[in-house]
């Protein structure tokens, strides 16, 4: 499917922030004089990223135009294997994982691989296996048979530990049961183009591979092969996705933050953390986008989450995200939220039109505290506690936001992880630190590794050898 403009208009996300302003939430809000305060830093920050895009130095901002050949490639791909096997189970970890779970919840039925073969349209079950928990991998072979899935191995360097040791075992398993020839027309690799060992594995056993690009980086690479191809192995129409990255592209590219909601959002959020607020809760109003706070936790965390700046200065910046749930988390976390400290923002995402009308009985009539509820929609019910929630948030002063997409589908959950992506790369830009490394992540990859002895990891070994050891003081027995 392609939409007309007019038609990609009216899916156009909005972002209420009249709650981040001292006008609706007071003392702890942030004032007009503040937001235009910043134009020239978000000018420079501005500059620096389309300077970043010309030299590729932020690949992921071009899937939505480079793609058409592999985009051809996986659905062909899909098609000619989705009747042969009964599930497609993802291997990974990180973005590889976070991002498939969150467009499948989106876009899929809420019970998808509980559902009969006719009514996911033929398509495979769908699984992601992402930790080394070994209860959780055995388990799924319990649910599953081996034999009649399609295993998808991601990993950009082939080193990923938890990937590849899960690749293994099912890899071993595999042949053991099919034969090596036939084993490989069970497993997909999704990996670099040269480097790391995936590659070369795949290429010596025949595995079908696709690429990652090389300027990609895990929690930007939802709208690359890691992410598409589990997509479209569930029947999600990947074009519209990209369709709505790239419309979302063009409003991203707006100089004026007043007009850029990814660029609004970024200054929004970089205030707050000036302000002291270190905590980013994100609350969707929606089941279906529950797991976009999942994969936003990982985007804003990984990328903000530094100690120096791009000067080397020690600054240990960024913001911790808080998944929530509306209105699940209304009686788990919003009493803290209305009532606790100030060093929170609220994000909250809102629907405008469910894919589906549910109508409470009128019965009861003759209880007042619950005949109110007859001949309501239950989805006017959880658009009045979103509404609610908002004005318990702003009456206690706390700092929110709403982010309302139009419905749920392709193209709005395209736009929608593709104006958090820019407005993540511009809030690192303002913060003043590289947005797409994570040296805290690789301190304890490596630790890992000398652990466990792997070549080249010595003097990290070394190191771990020399740390202080543990008292008996401190531990109850």
Known sequence: MTYTREKADEMRLRIDYNNMMKKYVGEYGISDAELSALSGK????HKAMEEKRVNGKMDWRNLPYNQEEIVKEIKDYAEQMKDKVEAFVVLGIGGSALGPICVQQAINHPFYNELPREKRNGYPKLYVADNVDPERLSCLFEVINPEDCLFNCVSKSGSTSETMSQFMIIKEMLE??????KAAEHIVCTTDKE???LIKIAAEEGYK??????????????????GLLPAAMCGID????????????ELSKEEDFYKNPAYMFALLSYIAMEQGKNISVMMPYADSLKYVSDWFAQLWAESLGKKVDNSGNVVNSGQTPVKSLGVTDQHSQVQLYTEGPFDKMIILLGVDKFRRTMTIPKIYGDIPSLGFLGGVTQ?????????????ALQKAGKANMTITLPEVNEFTVGELLYMLEVA????????????????GV????????????????????????????????????
């Not at 978000?42 to 920050?45: R, S, T, Y």
């Not at 658009?383 to 929630?389: K, L």
Request: aromatic share 10%; no cysteine; proline share 5%.
């Open 209 to 226: 591979t696709f690429i990652i690009p090389s300027g990609v980086g895990g929690r930007f690479s939802e709208l690359t092969p890691v």
């Open 42 to 45: 978000a000018a420079k920050a």
């Open 424 to 439: 993540t790369g511009f809030a690192g830009e303002l913060l003043n630190i590289d947005a797409f490394d994570q040296p």
């Open 176 to 181: 053991e049961k099919l034969g090596k020839e």
């Open 195 to 197: 480097k790391g060992n």
């Open 238 to 249: 990947i074009e519209l996705m990209l369709q709505g990255a790239a419309y979302m592209d």
């Open 379 to 391: 989805n006017k019910l959880i658009a009045t506690e979103q509404m609610a929630t908002e004005y």
């Open 442 to 477: 690789e301190e304890g990859k490596n630790a890992t590794y000398a652990m466990f002895g792997r070549p080249g990891y010595e003097e990290k070994k070394a190191e771990l050898d020399s740390k202080p050891e543990k008292s008996e003081k401190y531990i109850i027995r």
